[in-house]
T-cell receptor, first 111, second 110 residues
Framework: EAGVVQSPRYKIIEKKQPVAFWCNPI?????LYWYRQNLGQGPELLIR????????DSQLPKDRFSAERLKGVDSTLKIQPAELGDSAVYLC?????????FGPGTRLTVT | GIQVEQSPPDLILQEGANSTLRCNFS?????LQWFHQNPWGQLINLFY???GTKQNGRLSATTVATERYSLLYISSSQTTDSGVYFC????????????FGKGTKLSVKP
Protein backbone atom coordinates (compact mmCIF):
# COMPACT_ATOMS: atom_id res chain seq x y z
CA GLU A 1 0.00 0.00 0.00
CA ALA A 2 1.40 3.38 -1.00
CA GLY A 3 2.00 5.89 1.75
CA VAL A 4 1.28 9.61 1.80
CA VAL A 5 2.94 11.28 -1.18
CA GLN A 6 4.17 14.87 -1.12
CA SER A 7 5.87 17.05 -3.66
CA PRO A 8 8.18 18.76 -4.07
CA ARG A 9 10.56 17.41 -1.45
CA TYR A 10 12.61 20.60 -1.38
CA LYS A 11 11.88 24.16 -2.42
CA ILE A 12 14.00 27.29 -2.27
CA ILE A 13 12.35 30.61 -3.05
CA GLU A 14 12.96 34.28 -2.48
CA LYS A 15 10.77 36.17 -0.03
CA LYS A 16 7.55 37.61 -1.46
CA GLN A 17 7.34 34.79 -4.03
CA PRO A 18 4.44 32.32 -4.03
CA VAL A 19 4.89 28.61 -3.35
CA ALA A 20 2.61 25.57 -3.41
CA PHE A 21 2.85 22.11 -1.89
CA TRP A 22 0.93 19.05 -3.02
CA CYS A 23 -0.24 16.03 -1.05
CA ASN A 24 -1.84 12.74 -2.05
CA PRO A 25 -3.13 10.83 0.99
CA ILE A 26 -3.35 7.10 1.54
CA UNK A 27 -6.20 5.63 -0.48
CA UNK A 28 -9.41 5.50 1.54
CA UNK A 29 -8.28 8.02 4.17
CA UNK A 30 -10.96 10.68 4.38
CA UNK A 31 -9.11 12.92 6.85
CA LEU A 32 -6.15 14.97 5.67
CA TYR A 33 -3.90 17.23 7.75
CA TRP A 34 -1.26 19.83 6.98
CA TYR A 35 1.38 20.47 9.64
CA ARG A 36 4.35 22.80 9.84
CA GLN A 37 7.52 21.74 11.65
CA ASN A 38 10.08 24.34 12.65
CA LEU A 39 13.64 23.32 13.39
CA GLY A 40 13.96 21.58 16.74
CA GLN A 41 10.21 21.51 17.35
CA GLY A 42 7.37 19.06 16.93
CA PRO A 43 4.89 19.45 14.08
CA GLU A 44 2.04 21.94 14.55
CA LEU A 45 -1.32 21.56 12.85
CA LEU A 46 -2.24 24.14 10.20
CA ILE A 47 -5.47 22.70 8.83
CA ARG A 48 -7.56 19.53 8.95
CA UNK A 49 -9.93 18.30 6.25
CA UNK A 50 -12.74 15.80 6.56
CA UNK A 51 -13.30 14.81 2.94
CA UNK A 52 -13.38 18.15 1.10
CA UNK A 53 -14.43 20.25 4.11
CA UNK A 54 -11.91 22.19 6.17
CA UNK A 55 -13.12 21.40 9.70
CA UNK A 56 -10.29 23.06 11.61
CA ASP A 57 -8.25 25.91 10.11
CA SER A 58 -7.87 27.90 13.30
CA GLN A 59 -4.05 27.78 13.14
CA LEU A 60 -3.77 28.66 9.46
CA PRO A 61 -2.42 32.21 8.87
CA LYS A 62 -5.15 33.16 6.48
CA ASP A 63 -3.60 36.39 5.31
CA ARG A 64 -1.00 34.51 3.30
CA PHE A 65 -1.82 30.79 3.51
CA SER A 66 -4.57 28.99 1.65
CA ALA A 67 -5.44 25.35 1.14
CA GLU A 68 -7.84 23.30 -0.88
CA ARG A 69 -8.87 19.69 -1.16
CA LEU A 70 -10.88 19.29 -4.31
CA LYS A 71 -12.93 16.10 -4.62
CA GLY A 72 -11.81 15.06 -1.14
CA VAL A 73 -8.57 13.40 -2.25
CA ASP A 74 -5.46 15.44 -3.18
CA SER A 75 -4.72 18.67 -1.39
CA THR A 76 -2.67 21.77 -2.11
CA LEU A 77 -1.25 24.22 0.43
CA LYS A 78 -0.21 27.63 -0.87
CA ILE A 79 1.74 30.51 0.60
CA GLN A 80 1.57 33.91 -1.06
CA PRO A 81 3.68 35.91 -0.47
CA ALA A 82 6.28 33.88 1.41
CA GLU A 83 8.20 35.43 4.29
CA LEU A 84 11.55 34.48 5.79
CA GLY A 85 9.77 33.03 8.84
CA ASP A 86 7.93 30.53 6.66
CA SER A 87 11.10 28.46 6.28
CA ALA A 88 10.16 25.09 7.74
CA VAL A 89 9.16 21.56 6.81
CA TYR A 90 5.55 21.23 5.68
CA LEU A 91 4.10 17.82 6.45
CA CYS A 92 0.95 16.20 5.18
CA UNK A 93 -0.76 13.38 7.07
CA UNK A 94 -3.87 11.31 6.54
CA UNK A 95 -6.04 9.04 8.64
CA UNK A 96 -9.04 6.76 8.32
CA UNK A 97 -9.98 6.90 12.01
CA UNK A 98 -7.59 8.30 14.62
CA UNK A 99 -4.18 6.92 13.63
CA UNK A 100 -2.31 9.40 11.44
CA UNK A 101 0.30 8.55 8.80
CA PHE A 102 2.75 11.18 7.59
CA GLY A 103 4.32 11.92 4.28
CA PRO A 104 8.03 12.73 3.84
CA GLY A 105 7.42 16.49 3.95
CA THR A 106 8.52 19.47 1.87
CA ARG A 107 11.47 21.42 3.17
CA LEU A 108 10.93 25.09 2.32
CA THR A 109 13.73 27.63 2.46
CA VAL A 110 12.84 31.28 1.97
CA THR A 111 15.82 33.54 1.21
CA GLY B 1 -5.31 23.01 24.78
CA ILE B 2 -3.37 19.95 25.79
CA GLN B 3 0.17 20.55 27.06
CA VAL B 4 2.74 17.85 26.32
CA GLU B 5 6.03 17.38 28.12
CA GLN B 6 8.59 14.81 27.04
CA SER B 7 11.63 13.71 28.98
CA PRO B 8 14.51 13.51 28.75
CA PRO B 9 15.08 16.05 25.97
CA ASP B 10 18.33 14.37 24.96
CA LEU B 11 19.61 10.84 25.50
CA ILE B 12 22.90 9.24 24.51
CA LEU B 13 23.16 5.46 24.72
CA GLN B 14 25.70 2.81 23.95
CA GLU B 15 24.47 0.19 21.51
CA GLY B 16 22.72 -2.60 23.38
CA ALA B 17 21.47 -0.44 26.24
CA ASN B 18 17.84 -0.08 27.28
CA SER B 19 15.95 3.19 27.74
CA THR B 20 12.62 4.63 28.83
CA LEU B 21 11.14 7.78 27.35
CA ARG B 22 8.34 9.56 29.16
CA CYS B 23 5.45 11.71 27.97
CA ASN B 24 3.22 13.68 30.35
CA PHE B 25 0.08 15.38 29.13
CA SER B 26 -2.22 17.84 30.81
CA UNK B 27 -5.71 16.68 29.87
CA UNK B 28 -7.72 13.58 29.16
CA UNK B 29 -7.10 12.10 25.73
CA UNK B 30 -8.69 9.53 23.49
CA UNK B 31 -5.84 9.38 21.04
CA LEU B 32 -2.07 9.05 21.52
CA GLN B 33 0.63 8.12 19.07
CA TRP B 34 4.39 7.64 19.33
CA PHE B 35 6.54 8.48 16.32
CA HIS B 36 10.18 8.12 15.41
CA GLN B 37 11.55 10.86 13.19
CA ASN B 38 14.59 9.48 11.46
CA PRO B 39 17.60 11.59 10.45
CA TRP B 40 16.02 12.13 7.02
CA GLY B 41 12.96 13.72 8.60
CA GLN B 42 10.41 10.97 7.98
CA LEU B 43 7.91 10.46 10.81
CA ILE B 44 7.46 6.75 11.34
CA ASN B 45 4.49 5.39 13.28
CA LEU B 46 5.54 3.36 16.29
CA PHE B 47 2.37 2.96 18.32
CA TYR B 48 -1.22 4.08 18.42
CA UNK B 49 -1.83 3.71 22.14
CA UNK B 50 -4.52 5.84 23.85
CA UNK B 51 -4.44 3.37 26.75
CA GLY B 52 -2.92 0.06 27.76
CA THR B 53 0.29 -1.64 26.68
CA LYS B 54 1.58 -2.72 23.29
CA GLN B 55 4.77 -4.36 22.12
CA ASN B 56 6.45 -4.48 18.74
CA GLY B 57 9.78 -6.25 18.69
CA ARG B 58 12.29 -4.36 20.82
CA LEU B 59 9.86 -1.52 21.43
CA SER B 60 6.94 -1.38 23.79
CA ALA B 61 4.67 1.39 25.04
CA THR B 62 2.34 1.91 27.96
CA THR B 63 -0.24 4.65 28.39
CA VAL B 64 -1.95 5.26 31.72
CA ALA B 65 -4.64 7.65 30.61
CA THR B 66 -6.06 8.20 34.11
CA GLU B 67 -2.66 9.44 35.29
CA ARG B 68 -1.93 11.29 32.04
CA TYR B 69 1.35 9.77 30.98
CA SER B 70 2.79 7.41 28.44
CA LEU B 71 6.09 5.54 28.36
CA LEU B 72 8.11 4.21 25.45
CA TYR B 73 10.60 1.44 26.15
CA ILE B 74 13.48 0.68 23.83
CA SER B 75 15.44 -2.47 24.58
CA SER B 76 18.78 -3.56 23.13
CA SER B 77 19.14 -0.26 21.29
CA GLN B 78 20.73 -0.15 17.83
CA THR B 79 22.34 2.72 15.95
CA THR B 80 19.33 2.77 13.64
CA ASP B 81 17.18 3.76 16.63
CA SER B 82 18.82 7.20 16.57
CA GLY B 83 16.57 10.13 15.83
CA VAL B 84 13.83 12.08 17.58
CA TYR B 85 10.95 10.36 19.34
CA PHE B 86 7.69 12.27 19.51
CA CYS B 87 4.69 11.66 21.70
CA UNK B 88 1.45 13.12 20.33
CA UNK B 89 -1.75 12.92 22.31
CA UNK B 90 -5.06 14.21 21.03
CA UNK B 91 -8.59 14.53 22.28
CA UNK B 92 -11.25 16.86 23.44
CA UNK B 93 -13.35 18.65 20.90
CA UNK B 94 -10.90 18.20 18.03
CA UNK B 95 -10.34 14.50 18.43
CA UNK B 96 -8.35 14.18 15.26
CA UNK B 97 -5.80 16.83 16.18
CA UNK B 98 -2.55 15.56 17.61
CA UNK B 99 -0.51 17.84 19.85
CA PHE B 100 3.19 17.11 19.59
CA GLY B 101 5.73 17.44 22.35
CA LYS B 102 9.22 18.76 21.68
CA GLY B 103 10.55 15.24 21.41
CA THR B 104 13.40 13.22 22.85
CA LYS B 105 16.55 13.21 20.74
CA LEU B 106 18.18 9.80 20.98
CA SER B 107 21.72 9.08 19.85
CA VAL B 108 22.89 5.47 19.92
CA LYS B 109 26.67 5.04 19.71
CA PRO B 110 28.28 1.89 18.28
Amino acid sequence: EAGVVQSPRYKIIEKKQPVAFWCNPISGHNTLYWYRQNLGQGPELLIRYENEEAVDDSQLPKDRFSAERLKGVDSTLKIQPAELGDSAVYLCASSFLYEQYFGPGTRLTVT
Amino acid sequence: GIQVEQSPPDLILQEGANSTLRCNFSDSVNNLQWFHQNPWGQLINLFYIPSGTKQNGRLSATTVATERYSLLYISSSQTTDSGVYFCAPGGGGSQGNLIFGKGTKLSVKP
